[in-house]
């Protein structure tokens, strides 16, 4: 993945920082596009926080006399089952709701961890170099080489199926792109004046890289954070879908995609219909939600405000 034109604001920290955030704020409002992608992640989320006051049944209870219960589209808005049921008579509503719970969460505790560990690693490899950096970068070169969905199944193989070890599995294959994103920002803001500067008057090279360098790598961090939430859920959702994920019967998108394959040739078109339609929604509001917050920070995007 990466951000296509994306040039990092090289400033000394100061009130002029803070003005150039307060400006890519107010270019980001005005992009229609991410504040609608903004307004429906945030509504998912919320929807998720409430799970357990608006979900009309229990995402785990059975019901077989109820299996394959259709929804709005043939009783209307008066049926307790508005998205219809499963073939174990459990609420598709409800499992999306609290499958929204565990996929966000999942994916985003994966890019947390990913945004961590790859700051670190590129904020060392970028401004120590020579050794530092060619260990660090090899390393990252080695988990580079391999698809990032085969190398998720290839961990998850070996330390077993899990919420724990889904978000360990996503993180790690999103480490190396992220330490090289900042890496090359490093590069770049080592060799300004006020960071000379710092070097001059006898700083320790931590001070310098929290006060002076790390201010510097956030924006383009944060909008591959940002942007990698997305390919996150699709990849969470993926492991789901193949059973080395969320494990029933938790609620969880990709399993229930999962579970509907084959129900679908029978008639059952909502089983798989409604969990494929709320992944495709909130990858596309998060990547409207990054375009936008990769254009507001980025001083060549041309926007007027």
């Given at each position: ?37 903004a307004l429906v ?168 890289i929290l006060r ?94």
């Amino acid at each position: 993945m990466s951000i296509p034109g994306f040039a990092t604001n090289r400033v000394a920290p100061s009130a002029g920082t803070r003005s150039l955030w307060r400006l890519a704020w107010r270019r980001f409002l005005t992009n229609r596009a991410a504040v609608a992608g903004a307004l429906v992640f945030a509504l998912l989320v919320l929807a998720a926080a409430c799970a357990n006051l608006i979900a009309p049944h229990d995402p785990v209870a059975q019901n077989i006399p109820k299996q394959f219960q259709e929804g709005f589209w043939k009783y209307g808005l008066s049926t307790s089952y508005l998205l219809g049921s499963d073939a174990l008579g459990r609420d598709v509503l409800s499992r999306l709701l609290f499958g929204a719970r565990v996929t966000v969460l999942v994916a985003s505790l994966a890019v947390l961890m990913a945004l961590l560990a790859g700051i670190t690693t590129g904020l060392a490899a970028g401004f120590y170099g020579r050794m530092v950096d060619n260990i660090l970068m090899r390393l990252m070169d080695v988990l580079l080489a391999f698809p990032t969905l085969i190398l998720a199944i290839a961990i998850i193989a070996i330390l077993g199926p899990g919420i724990s070890n889904a978000i360990l599995a996503i993180g790690i294959v999103y480490t190396p792109a992220i330490a090289r994103v900042v890496r090359s920002s490093v590069l770049a803001v080592k060799e300004e004046d006020y960071v000379l500067a710092a070097r001059a008057v006898g700083s320790r090279s931590l001070r310098i890289i929290l006060r002076h360098v790390l201010p510097n790598v956030i924006g383009p961090t944060a909008v591959y954070g940002t942007l990698g939430i997305a390919s996150a859920i699709l990849d969470t959702s993926f492991l789901g879908f193949l059973g080395l994920g969320v494990q029933p019967p938790t609620a969880e998108w990709g399993t229930m995609l999962s579970d509907s394959r084959d129900y679908i040739a029978l008639g059952y078109w909502w089983i798989a219909v409604f969990p494929g339609l709320i992944i495709s929604i909130t990858v596309l509001a998060v990547n409207l939600m990054g375009n936008g917050l990769r254009d507001a920070v980025d001083p060549r995007s041309g926007q007027r405000v």
